[in-house]
């Protein structure tokens, strides 16, 4: 037994070799000086000593006045004290450039991407462990990151949870929400059942509670924002939303058109959600002709809501009777960029909350994005147009929307709801 736990002398290196362990290769960026020795990918150790670089303790080729050393995606670049850059090519050192270029803004890079190069030409990547590395060092006591982002001069970081934080030079600081400012993430729409339009005096069957879910789970500190659309034939109706995350709904107003048809629109957010799996259900009692859209709203601060308005009329462009005018919502600089985000009704010029010659688009101009029809309409044999769409916005400065709520930005005059994220 003692002689199985001895190792000979002739044996001693290959018993020492069994318990050794290989160095662990530097992450992708780092350089010296920030970090006093550099290992490869083939375990070598690479330094700068008096100048001079060294693998493994001996020269590298013939170099000299070295004063930084760094390694990109397998490559070693070294700098002297002239400002001179030199590649090594595996057999001698090649004038080059500085390999480091400044990266767009907007860049974003997770486990596996390119690195960021920030404008002090700091090398940034994410590493697999959840860690952000720069110039090849661990940033600070980060952890648990998915996502690093060059945004406007300053590196970022999203963890799993969400969190954002911004690096100040030496350490992190938390900031409220993605600084990209607010985005549409998903949405998902729902139409009661309808006629053809081939039989007129038919009446599309009554429903009660409405419900769509979302394709993916929703993230946590999300908003999400509910509009919805009935034509009030049996009444005007008390509209409210539940969801199945037990989400907190605000009721951000609600317009209702006069009679014969009594057209009503109400739309909701919920801030801060809880996220993961969702349903969202409309709760208001049985009629037709009812559509709805919820939304989910990433990027948004803690108190997302800028503001929001609405507009009804009775089937007419012009100002006439049964009118519910919107209110201006007015953006300064401090909630910018917003994400405006909209449900607009085409039914001008027709009869029913459901007929009229409709809009087959988002006049051209106007900076709208159409996402998504509710309904649609065929008017006499021409194309079908949409008649309910979702339409959003993205707001980079300081405006007054008092006037984005009419024909001439949006599809139409007869049903608008708006709302603004920031």
């Known amino acids: 037994m003692k002689k199985l736990l001895t190792c000979s002398a002739f044996a001693l290196s290959a018993c020492w070799g069994l318990s050794a362990l290989a160095a662990t290769p530097s992450v992708d960026g780092s350089n010296i000086p920030a970090a006093s020795s550099i290992i490869d990918e083939q375990s070598n150790t690479w330094t700068i000593v008096s100048g001079v670089v060294h693998k493994n303790g001996a020269p590298v080729g013939n170099n000299y006045n070295g004063s930084f ?25 090649s004038s080059t450039s500085d390999p480091r270029i400044v990266s767009a803004n907007g860049a974003s890079s997770g486990v596996g991407s390119d690195e960021i190069v920030d404008s002090a030409s700091h090398v940034w990547r994410l590493g697999a462990t959840g860690y952000a590395y720069r110039d090849g060092i661990r940033a600070a006591g980060n952890y648990n990151i998915v996502l690093i982002l060059y945004h406007s001069n300053v590196i970022y970081v999203e963890n799993t949870s969400s969190d954002w934080y911004s690096w100040n030079g030496s350490g992190w600081s938390e900031v409220a929400g993605d600084p990209r400012g607010p985005s549409l993430v998903q949405h998902s729409t729902y139409t009661s059942p309808t006629c053809p339009a081939s039989n007129p005096g038919c009446v599309p069957p009554y429903v ?129 960029p917003a994400l405006l985000v909209a449900l607009t009704m085409g039914t001008n010029g027709g009869a029913s909350d459901i007929g009229g010659s409709g809009h087959c688009a988002v006049p051209a101009g106007t900076g709208f994005t159409q996402v998504a029809q509710i309904w649609s309409f065929s008017p006499g044999g021409q194309a079908v147009c949409n008649l309910a769409t979702l339409e959003t916005k993205l707001i980079t400065g300081s405006t007054n929307l008092a006037g984005a709520f009419t024909t001439s930005h949006l599809s139409d005059s007869y049903v608008t709801l708006s709302a603004v994220f920031h």
Do not use: C
């Not at 050393?69 to 050192?93: A, H, K, P, Q, V």
């Not at 394709?215 to 509910?226: F, L, M, P």
């Not at 009679?259 to 739309?267: F, I, K, L, N, T």
């Open 69 to 93: 050393l760094i390694e990109l995606d397998g490559m070693f670049y070294d700098r002297n004290t002239s400002g001179n850059w030199y590649t090594w090519t595996g057999s001698t050192w």
């Open 208 to 336: 009660v509670n409405t419900s769509v879910t979302f394709t993916k789970s929703t993230t946590k500190g999300n908003a999400i924002w509910v509009a919805a659309t009935v034509s009030d034939y049996a009444n005007v109706h008390t509209i409210s939303v539940t969801d199945s995350q037990n989400n907190t709904y605000r009721l951000l107003n609600q317009a209702n058109d006069a009679q014969p048809g009594s057209q009503s629109v109400a739309h909701f957010y919920a801030e801060n959600i809880k996220g993961g799996a969702d349903m969202v259900t409309v709760n208001w009692s049985s009629d037709n002709y009812k559509g709805v859209v919820a939304a989910e709203i990433a990027g948004v601060t803690a108190t997302p809501l800028v503001g929001n308005n609405s507009a009804i009329q009775d089937g007419k462009i012009a100002s006439a009777s049964n009118n519910v005018n919107s209110n201006a919502v007015s953006i300064n600089s401090s909630h910018t």
